[in-house]
């Protein structure tokens, strides 16, 4: 997508000066389809995503279950990882739904996304205005709402895991942990007085206006956790994290990985209220090249800097609208073409805390 981009150029910090173009500049760059929702589109991607499950959990329950040792300790990882991605594909649909860009009709998008993300233990209605408030704040030290940095009188721990070993020990944790933690307990959130739980529906993360909703949210999950143990009590307790469980990990890791690589980079700037303005901090994200898994995932991955510019724009039109704005965006445009686990690796390592620029007060970078 970034073809100039040069391996001298990874840990280049991008510029911090208030650029000379607006977000009025990058809007009339891009043809006006873009923004245009196809219901039939996104139906397409909703029942593509659902026919792959579908059809995978067909394999795994009719044939897989039949291997012979050997071939089922290879087999069953394989299933996790494939289902695990088609279910982080269609979470990601879901987050359109969150948008409004899934359709015309709020409505059909609110019990879409509802359905889809009780299913896959994602509290759609606490996500959604959660999400919201990230992407009116990103990158703000005080506002963000998630993968806020620490400084580094904040990050004692890091100085003890700042090695190898402490590195993977990280690394790890995250990925197994941080998406149920995060809504459990807004880890790597933003710093609220109470409970900031996504659960919580009188917690400081809500207003009043929306507490009723993250009730229903609640209801929603729960429904979905009283099936799995009916399920469990009649088909066993390793059936369902077989066929379930395991495939919801690899979608959780697979969460955390790409939004902790959206927004942690050596070149990207965070900011404080002296300094923090929103297209500065919309452009403090990162567009990254996961193979295959880019379609899989619909482009959220490539793409996730126009996504933060312009968030009603459909999934199948980001690509498209990169292109128009990248001329305009110059050297404000961030993408990485690192290969992910050498990424991930390299910034869990390098990205431990943040200090502030010595030239330019209100500027924070990382470092490790």
């Not at 760059?29 to 039939?40: E, G, V, W, Y």
Request: aromatic letters at 18%.
């Amino acid at each position: 997508m970034n073809d100039s981009t040069t391996a001298k150029d990874v840990f280049k910090h991008v510029p911090v000066e208030k650029p000379s173009f607006g977000i009025g500049d990058l809007k009339k760059a891009i043809p006006p389809h873009c923004f245009k929702r196809s219901l039939t589109t996104s139906f397409y991607y909703l029942f593509r995503d659902l026919g792959l499950i579908y059809s995978f959990y067909y394999i795994a329950t009719n044939y897989i279950t039949l291997l012979p040792q050997p071939y089922s300790y290879v087999a069953w990882p394989l299933y996790w990882i494939a289902q695990g991605s088609i279910l982080m594909g269609l979470w990601n649909i879901v987050h359109d739904c969150g948008h409004h860009c899934f359709s015309d009709y709020q409505w059909l998008d609110d019990t879409i996304g509802f359905i889809c993300h009780s299913l896959l233990l994602t509290p759609y209605f606490s996500f959604k205005y959660s999400h919201r408030t990230h992407h009116a704040n990103t990158s703000s030290l005080e506002k963000d709402e998630v993968w806020v940095p620490k400084s580094k009188h904040d990050t004692w721990f890091y100085e003890v895991l700042s090695n190898p070993v402490g590195n993977l020990i990280m690394l790890s944790f995250r990925l197994l942990f941080g998406f149920p933690l995060y809504f459990m307990f807004n880890l790597h959130g933003r710093i609220y007085k109470g409970f900031p739980s996504h659960f919580n529906p009188l917690g400081p993360i809500f207003n009043d206006r929306e507490r009723a909703q993250i009730w229903l949210s609640d209801a929603g999950v729960l429904t979905v956790l009283y099936a799995l143990y009916r399920i469990g009590a009649k088909e066993g307790l390793k059936w369902v994290f077989y066929i379930y469980g395991y495939p919801l990990m690899a979608m959780s890791a697979f969460f955390i990985m790409f939004t902790y690589l959206h927004h942690t980079h050596p070149s990207i700037a965070h900011y404080d209220s002296s300094e923090w303005d929103w297209l500065r901090g919309a452009l403090s994200t990162v567009d990254r090249d996961y193979g295959i898994l880019n379609n899989l995932f619909h482009d959220v991955t490539s793409a996730h800097v126009v996504h933060h510019l312009f968030s009603s724009i459909p999934h199948y039109h980001t690509v498209e609208a990169t292109q128009y704005i990248k001329p305009i965006l110059g050297d404000y445009y961030n993408y990485d073409y690192t290969p992910i686990l050498k990424a991930i690796w390299r910034d869990t390592k390098e990205c431990l805390y943040i200090e502030e620029d010595h030239e330019k007060k209100g500027v924070y970078w990382f470092r490790k």
